[in-house]
T-cell receptor, first 111, second 113 residues
């Protein structure tokens, strides 16, 4: 069963504007949640993770994500988008022995 | 150093060939993974090795055969593949499983003709 969902196939944002890439989870208990970015013909790069503690997690390249237990969400955010942020973004949930990836969201940042 | 290396970067093989993909990490990670990824789709888990032992096989066809010679190396042996096996094959490693982030290599782009 899908444990994370990314409801948007594509997000378009203008450079300099804030961006949000959405992720919701359905696992019960305390989830382990991750965000990855993938540039064309490259592997996935780890951005950040939530295991426990503060609900606002800061990661690489100015990205952050907010864990919201009541809304079962873990949205990725950045205050000011760059054209170079254009890529494919995956949310993932890690259980005892493997990851479950969301379907991915293509982020387009236009100059 | 958070680097996972994979060779070759590109591979074209016929359906009767035998080839191998290689993956290496020097981060002291004890879990290593093989994934298959089709264009614009999430990675699909194939195999997991934990402490050099195969812990997960996601019902992968026997034409794919993994091997973990030591804690730093992971191989994927390929034989009698089908055109639908053409994909990006990603290797990853992590300190452990579950709560630990996985670090991915750049992948091998495989084309089966």
């Amino acid at each position: 069963a899908q444990s994370v969902a990314q409801p948007e196939d594509q997000v378009n944002v203008a450079e300099g504007n804030p961006l949000t890439v959405k992720c919701t989870y359905s696992v019960s208990g305390n989830p382990y949640l991750f965000w990855y970015v993938q540039y064309p013909n490259r592997g996935l790069q780890f951005l950040l993770k939530y295991i426990t503690g503060d609900n606002l997690v800061k990661g690489s390249y100015g990205f952050e994500a907010e864990f919201n237990k009541s809304q079962t969400s873990f949205h990725l955010k950045k205050p000011s988008a760059l054209v170079s942020d254009s890529a494919l973004y995956f949310c993932a949930e890690g259980n005892f022995n493997k990851f479950y990836f969301g379907s991915g969201t293509k982020l387009n940042v236009k100059p | 150093d958070t680097e996972v290396t994979q060779t070759p970067k590109h591979l074209v093989m016929g359906m009767t060939n035998k080839k191998s993909l290689k993956c290496e990490q020097h981060m002291g990670h004890r879990a290593m993974y093989w994934y298959k990824q089709k264009a614009k789709k999430p990675p699909e888990l194939m195999f997991v090795y934990s402490y050099e032992k195969l812990s997960i096989n996601e019902s992968v066809p026997s034409r794919f055969s993994p091997e973990c010679p030591n804690s730093s190396l992971l191989n994927l042996h390929l034989h009698a593949l089908q055109p639908e096996d053409s994909a990006l094959y990603l290797c990853a490693s992590s300190q452990g499983q579950g709560a630990y982030e996985q670090y991915f290599g750049p992948g091998t782009r495989l084309t089966v003709t």
